[in-house]
């Protein structure tokens, strides 16, 4: 069997005017992620780390912010084309660690539904997914919630 480790890290900034996409579902908040896609920056650092683990560039590389077709698209999809990447070449995902950075909304309450809707998209077990959330403390750029950042560590492997 081989494992192979991939880390991902994503972040985007506050707007009024967007929904908050979020581990795949919508948060009520009064601003939203600004970006090409629906900015999900918890999937997309997921996506990054399952690409990096495989070698396989990164988000952008396979889904550019210069290519219409991805113009607020949702990140569901691409999670599952991501998967559908490593599969290729012959990966599954163990599991996944990540950490959301938010002053607000808070989590804690989202995370199993979040947990529930990345398991659907990546046909994995909800037990192999952590979600985390945590602030800045008031400090920074996420602190005084001008946008929100994620990290993702996993582990894929191949038989």
């Known amino acids: 069997m081989k494992i192979r480790v991939g880390f991902g890290y994503d972040v985007h900034q ?6 908050l996409w979020l581990g795949g579902i919508l948060l009520e908040h009064e601003k939203g992620l600004l970006g090409h896609s629906d900015a999900d920056v918890l999937i997309h650092a997921i996506c990054d780390a ?24 949702d990140s569901k ?11 290729a070449k012959g990966y599954k995902v163990s599991n ?6 938010a002053e607000r909304p808070k989590l804690n309450s ?27 403390e008031k400090l920074g750029f996420i602190g005084h919630e001008e946008g929100i950042s994620a990290y993702a560590t996993v582990l894929i492997f191949k038989d």
């Not at 070698?55 to 607020?72: C, L, S, V």
């Not at 996944?96 to 950075?101: A, E, F, R």
């Not at 947990?115 to 800045?136: G, N, R």
Request: overall charge negative.
């Open 14 to 19: 506050l707007v009024a005017g967007r929904q």
């Open 50 to 73: 399952l690409l990096g683990a495989a070698n396989m560039h990164d988000i952008g590389y396979h889904f550019p912010d210069t290519k219409d077709e991805f113009k607020n698209i």
């Open 77 to 87: 999809i691409l999670l599952k084309k991501t998967i559908e990447l490593i599969a």
């Open 110 to 136: 989202h995370i199993p539904s979040m947990q529930q809707k990345l398991a659907s998209v990546m046909d994995i077990d909800t037990d192999d997914i952590s979600i985390k959330a945590t602030t800045t």
């Open 96 to 101: 996944i660690d990540s950490t959301v950075c």
